[in-house]
């Protein structure tokens, strides 16, 4: 069964750093780029990162750039997301997914809050 599982999220503090993971299981995660979106209820999904299947090629969105960083383990079937300088506007549920079959996880809620 293909899946992709979230972790990580939480409450953390304004200026706080949280680290989230995306697993996959079920395919090989390191043929596919990957997407790091994120969606506060009544607003749209926004995009937070992309990164490619070698691990070289990374963007990101433009309320992100410079605080966040994506990257890739292909040999654990896992992509990563350091979230440094954290902001409440951070919070959202944040989604990681493959953008090739627009197959998302079920999300890990990122709370930023004194």
């Known amino acids: 069964q293909v899946k992709l599982v979230e972790s990580g999220g939480g409450l953390v503090q304004p200026g706080g750093s949280l680290r989230l993971s995306c697993a996959g299981s079920?395919?090989?995660?390191?043929?596919?780029?990957i997407r790091w979106t994120r969606q506060v209820p009544g607003k749209e999904r926004e995009l937070v990162g992309n990164?490619?299947?070698?691990?070289?090629?990374?963007d990101y969105g433009d309320s992100v750039k410079g605080r966040f960083t994506v990257s890739r383990d292909n040999r654990e079937n896992t992509v990563f997301l350091q979230m440094n300088s954290l902001k409440p506007e951070d919070t959202a549920v944040y989604y990681c997914?493959?953008?090739?079959?627009?197959?998302w996880g079920q999300g890990t809620q990122v709370t930023v809050s004194a």
């Open positions: 990164i490619d299947p070698a691990g070289r090629r990374k």
């Open positions: 079920g395919f090989i995660i390191s043929a596919y780029a």
């Open positions: 997914g493959v953008p090739l079959y627009n197959y």
